[in-house]
């Protein structure tokens, strides 16, 4: 079992800059973060795999960068826009062959969320 817990959402204005941070209760060699809008399907937003794999959606790659750190997962968000509002989650995959993945069912331990909001 593998517990997530996330921090660092919080209200910004478009432009703006948030950094989030997931900590995981042991180590998982993959590790994600998702995002859910109001009325929209979870989405994934970027991955990390080992020390080198990592994967990012389109709508964020330019903006949004991934880092870990044994047990830690971190998001730095730049030039937020509305349309990043969401509650993002953490989740965590311990198989040693897993790799970077922006698929929700490669992934067996998720956060509780923490909320992003980005005004205009």
């Known amino acids: 079992q593998v517990h997530l817990v996330e921090s660092g959402g919080g209200s910004v204005q478009a432009g703006g800059s948030l950094r989030l941070s997931c900590v995981a209760s042991?180590?998982?060699?993959?590790m994600a973060w998702f995002r859910q809008a109001p009325g929209k399907e979870r989405e994934g937003v970027a991955s990390?795999?080992?020390?080198?794999g990592r994967a990012s959606a389109p709508s964020v790659k330019d903006r949004f960068t991934i880092s870990k750190d044994n047990r830690n997962l971190y998001l730095q968000m730049d030039t937020l826009k509305p349309e990043d509002t969401a509650v993002y989650y953490c989740?965590?995959?311990?198989?040693?062959?897993?790799?970077?993945?922006?698929?929700?069912?490669?992934?067996?331990?998720w956060g509780q969320g923490t909320q992003v909001t980005v005004s205009s």
């Open positions: 990390a795999a080992g020390n080198y």
């Open positions: 989740a965590a995959q311990t198989d040693p062959t897993c790799s970077s993945s922006l698929n929700q069912a490669s992934y067996k331990y």
């Open positions: 042991k180590y998982a060699r993959c």
